[in-house]
């Protein structure tokens, strides 16, 4: 071993035990990417802080007001009618979200948004410049207004949850029952996705075609919105269980996302680096190696086999 | 269509019933819904196209995203708008795209069978992309849409049952398919997969090929291998074994004298990396019982000698606890059917967690008996026991019951009632006498 030194030994123990426990739980990530991530405390509290949120973002809406407190809030906690898995996911994407954008711009002090939205205003198909605007307009209310957070919903969930919403505010005799139906009725029928930065992205994705491919597949040009709808465009794992897939504290599911594209060593090391932004001390030990071992036909097939778990 | 022709220049129309018929659409949707399987004024067969206009329906939201659909022999995506209405849902498709999955741009066979006469489980998405095939066929059809694999047919009435049960999500049994490119034909079994709140997320089953119809039973579908784990621990396994002999020979201070704690570290990775590797063979066993095919073999066992081994295989690691174990005498003998080494897998697993578990100074006892059909060998330990609550969750997949920092993964019961039930048993924990928990493996007396 030629070790002279015994905080040599030290020194190679902590890091085999460190490299040892982050093996075995980037394979649990990889192969049930869904049942292996306990939220912390911590985790669980911003959850529920963004549900709260959330729910006074739709009270904010319906009722025309600017209360700093969901009236409806302590009846639907009480009750279990926000323990749908459709709203926990979302608080928990959006949480991560945030983290992720933290990250960004905590390594590299840029905006998260990327420079290829920006440039493709300049556009030559008017269409796709337009999009390209609304994708940044929405970005710019993600991040700066909560008031709009219920826009982010799809259509589904933000029905379930306006109806609850409503249901409580009866119950709590906050308005009249005909004055919030149509509010919520309202609120429904004007329900704008172009407002959610992710469901443009995806819009703007689809009609890029095979254009820009490369930028796409690079974060910090393309933007985390962008980047998470172009994944989901070829992986079809739907982009709030993405972004919880590139915010887990393995790395191991976004190498196989990264593989499946055919992304070179170099370039995945970058990516890592631009979303764990300096965190990056919980990657797999080593994965280089690893990475280069795994072909992309199987890395695709391992993440097709991701929805199994959702299945079982 | 171009794959780089994704603005349509005349937008796409369709008006699609509240009862799920498409009433009227442009020719390009009715040749896809004829492609799929449809006929005039029947319920929609495109099935990404009939989920979305049931949501704006139900939800009476306008609704806008991308739909998958089969077209030939490629998948394609559509970018959809759906307005409802009291009776109906309008349908603008304004993009239009194929798909050609990565992998199969370079090399794009005719057929993806690899082994003819084989079958299989198989799993598709909410989308009908299939999630997972048979390993006779090749890994390029996973991705890719149903109906861009397999040829439907349609029934004596002129209904095809095989899209029916898709979009109506029921179940089907041994509809005959054919495979693109190929002239294999299988029997095929679906049921729809549903989450706990209800939401569709696709079908899941088997196809049989027809030279196998002989031997084929319709079974309960289950989740067989996941096609990475092996591939993993094959890249793991080496590396692991490198860190237990490098830690191995730092601990061993054959290369000087080293200080106690730091030959104590050493232990720890060892230890360590040897628990990542029964983690991965747990990967591996979980890839064998998930198989469909999985049987174990019919051995003749002796339960008393094997509760022996077991007890001499643990006896270090009980003594480091300060547990006492209690074995069963030489002279008493219980015969039992099943396989060997995974009776002793079982038996090492509920031995271990007993001295894992139990409290220093305490006794673990293997005890056996035979009943009147059935041999029983059984551990007990005299820990905080298993609440009764938490007696069938026990068994589930990672379930630690609040447990961290052990060294446990949370697989060990789950597959060791697997292998139980393989072998026409069972495993089940209850009270032990006196407190603690009793832990009882069931195997066919012989």
Redesign the interface.
């Known amino acids: 071993?030629?070790?002279a030194n015994?905080e040599d030994?030290?020194t190679?123990?902590?890091g085999?035990?460190l490299?040892?426990?982050a093996?075995?739980d980037d394979?649990?990530a990889?192969?049930?990417p869904r049942?292996?991530n306990l939220p912390s405390e911590l985790l669980q509290s911003r959850v529920r802080l963004k549900l709260q949120a959330l729910t006074l973002s739709i009270e904010q809406a319906l009722l025309g007001e600017t209360s700093q407190h969901a009236q409806s809030w302590g009846l639907l906690s009480a009750s279990g009618l926000l323990r749908?898995?459709?709203l926990i996911e979302f608080a928990l994407s959006r949480t991560v979200e945030d983290a992720l954008r933290t990250n960004i711009q905590s390594a590299f002090g840029i905006s998260v948004l990327g420079q290829l939205p920006v440039v493709l205003l300049a556009h030559e198909?008017e269409?796709l410049s337009e999009m390209a605007r609304k994708l940044l307009h929405a970005e710019q209310m993600s991040v700066s207004d909560n008031s709009q957070l219920f826009q982010r919903l799809d259509?589904?969930t933000?029905?379930l949850l306006c109806w609850r919403v409503v249901a409580a505010l009866l119950e709590g005799k906050v308005a009249e029952n005909v004055e919030l139906s149509e509010a919520a009725q309202t609120l429904?029928?004007t329900?704008d996705?172009d407002l959610n930065p992710l469901?443009i992205a995806?819009?703007l994705v689809?009609?890029?075609?095979?254009d820009y491919r490369q930028e796409l597949a690079d974060p910090r040009k393309s933007g985390l919105n962008l980047f998470v709808a172009s994944l989901d465009?070829?992986?079809?794992l739907g982009s709030d269980f993405l972004l919880r897939l590139i915010g887990s504290e393995q790395v191991a599911p976004l190498l196989?996302l990264l593989k499946?594209q055919?992304l070179s060593t170099d370039e995945v090391a970058e990516i890592i680096l631009a979303l764990r932004g300096n965190n990056a001390d919980n990657a797999i030990p080593d994965w280089q190696p690893?990475y280069a071992?795994?072909?992309?036909?199987?890395?695709?097939?391992?993440i097709?086999?991701w929805?199994?778990d959702?299945?079982? | 269509m171009s794959?780089?022709?994704?603005?349509l220049a005349v937008p796409i129309k369709a008006c699609v019933s509240r009862s799920g018929e498409l009433v009227s659409a442009d020719p390009a949707i009715w040749r896809l819904h004829n492609l799929a399987g449809g006929s005039d004024s029947k319920t929609i067969a495109i099935p990404g196209l009939a989920a979305l206009a049931a949501?704006?329906l139900?939800?009476?939201?306008?609704?806008?995203?991308?739909v998958?659909a089969a077209d030939e022999e490629n998948d394609i995506?559509l970018?959809v708008m759906a307005t409802p209405h009291s009776d109906s849902v309008d349908l603008l498709i304004t993009?239009w795209?194929d798909i050609l999955?990565?992998?199969a741009r370079s090399v794009r066979e005719k057929s993806v069978i690899l082994n003819k006469n084989d079958s299989g489980e198989i799993?598709i998405?909410s989308?009908q992309?299939?999630?997972?095939l048979p390993s006779s066929f090749s890994?390029?059809g996973?991705?890719q849409h149903f109906g861009s694999l397999f040829v439907v047919e349609s029934d004596a009435r002129g209904s095809i049952p095989l899209i029916d049960a898709l979009i109506e999500r029921r179940a089907i049994t041994q509809v005959p398919i054919g495979v693109i490119g190929s002239e294999e034909r299988y029997l095929i079994d679906l049921t729809p997969?549903l989450?706990?709140?209800g939401?569709y997320?696709?079908h899941?089953g088997r196809v049989t090929a027809i030279a196998d119809v002989a031997a084929y039973e319709p079974s309960t579908p289950a989740?067989s291998d996941?096609?990475?784990?092996r591939?993993?621990a094959s890249?793991?396994k080496q590396p692991?074994n490198r860190?237990v002999a490098?830690?191995e020979?730092?601990g061993s201070r054959?290369?000087?004298p080293?200080?106690d704690n730091?030959a104590e570290?050493?232990q720890?990775?060892a230890n360590?990396?040897r628990?990542?590797t029964e983690?991965?063979s747990d990967?591996e066993d979980l890839d064998a019982i998930d198989r469909p095919d999985f049987s174990a073999a019919r051995d003749r066992l002796e339960l008393g000698d094997i509760a022996r081994r077991v007890g001499g295989l643990l006896a270090l690691k009980a003594s480091d606890h300060g547990i006492s174990l209690v074995l069963p005498q030489e002279t008493e003998k219980v015969s039992a059917i099943g396989e060997f080494r995974r009776v002793l897998q079982i038996m090492l697993n509920l031995v271990g967690n007993a001295v894992r578990y139990a409290p220093g100074g305490s006794i673990v006892t293997i005890s056996i008996e035979k009943q009147a059909d059935f041999a029983a060998i059984s551990v007990l330990d005299q820990g905080q026991g298993v609440p009764e609550d938490d007696r069938e969750r026990v068994f589930e997949?990672?379930e630690r019951l609040g447990r961290s920092g052990d060294g446990g993964?949370g697989l060990g019961l789950f597959i060791s009632r697997r292998l139980a039930r393989a072998m026409a048993g069972d495993l089940i924990v209850t009270d032990a006498p006196g407190g603690g928990a009793l832990f009882r493996l069931t195997l066919p007396a012989r």
Request: no cysteine; net charge positive.
């Open positions: 071993m030629g070790i015994p030994a030290v190679l123990a902590t085999q035990i490299a040892t426990y093996l075995r394979l649990l990889v192969l049930f049942g292996n749908q898995p459709a198909n269409r259509s589904e933000l029905h429904l029928s329900h996705a469901a995806r819009k689809f009609f890029l075609g095979q465009q070829d992986y079809g196989l499946g055919s690893v071992a795994l072909d992309p036909v199987e890395a695709r097939a391992a097709a086999s929805k199994l959702a299945m079982e | 794959e780089f022709q994704s603005f949501s704006a139900r939800t009476r939201m306008r609704t806008e995203r991308p998958r995506e970018w993009g795209r999955p990565p992998t799993l998405d989308e992309r299939v999630v997972r890994v390029r996973i991705g997969q989450a706990s709140d939401r997320l696709g899941v989740r996941l096609p990475m784990s591939q993993l890249v793991l692991l860190i490098n830690a020979t730092i054959i290369h000087g080293l200080r730091y570290y050493a720890d990775i360590a990396a628990h990542l983690l991965v990967m997949k990672f993964s």
